[in-house]
């Protein structure tokens, strides 16, 4: 399908006339697993990022109903967590066959842009943002992760608990060096369980050990983890959590491989207590 002058594929064709009221579509993002397709719409120097459910995009296997429902059900979810470093959900509404939800355009590019840098292209083409993101000065990757760490300090503090939050939930604006939190469709109210056992929402990169067990808690101890996982993903060698990989000091490299622990018990047990832990170290 095209939509001014933009290219996308779709599995069959739908109208996308309700758009125009926002402007001109200048780019689509039409390779996301979770049945969402996404526009960047520009209308009047303005600009919206527009995600929308209803449609069957080219990588979705799933019931177009079910990623309705699912995105309606995430309106509540950004109108409780808005917060400074999350991108703002500016309106929400059904079309003739879906729902949209519309937030302001933020200039950030997508740390894990899977569908510009799949796979090894991540970690070595030096356009990934990623991979630039990787070569910045330790400062401001700090920085970076001080704003994903107030964040989720926040989503606690409204009782809430993150879920499939990974280096794709992060945008970075290379020009002015601000981060927002995008995609938090699946955090669920505090405490919850994992109810898909080792398929439950998240990457490999991130996932603490009870996001892969049916029946197991998902609370603020589970987030540390997460949190801890994005630290060793942003200043060290992601996976590989030695300290010959890790690019700040030892006292951080200390929290962010507790916050890791593979034994809840031994990890912090709030993401208040982490981040505190965090910030005496930088202090």
Known sequence: MTLDKVDFQLQEEQNFDWLKQYGAVFCVFDQQDSGNISFGVEKDERKFFVKYAGSKPIDFTGNPEDAIERLKKAVPVYQSLEHQHLIKLLDHFSTEIGYALVFEWFEGECLHS??????????TNPN??????????VEKRLKALDAIFSFHTYVESQRYVAVDFYDGSILYDFKSNETKICDIDFYRHSPSINDFGEDFWGSNRSKSPEEYGLGAPIDSITNVFNLGAIAFGLLGGERDRSFS?????????????KAVEEDRNKRYSTVKE??????????
């Open 114 to 123: 899977h569908w510009s840098f799949g796979g090894i292209a991540k970690y």
């Open 128 to 137: 990934s943002p990623f991979y630039r993101f990787k070569k910045l000065e």
């Open 245 to 257: 990989k890790w690019d700040a000091n030892q006292g951080l490299y200390e929290v962010a491989i």
């Open 274 to 283: 982490f981040y505190d832990a965090w910030k005496s170290v930088l202090n």
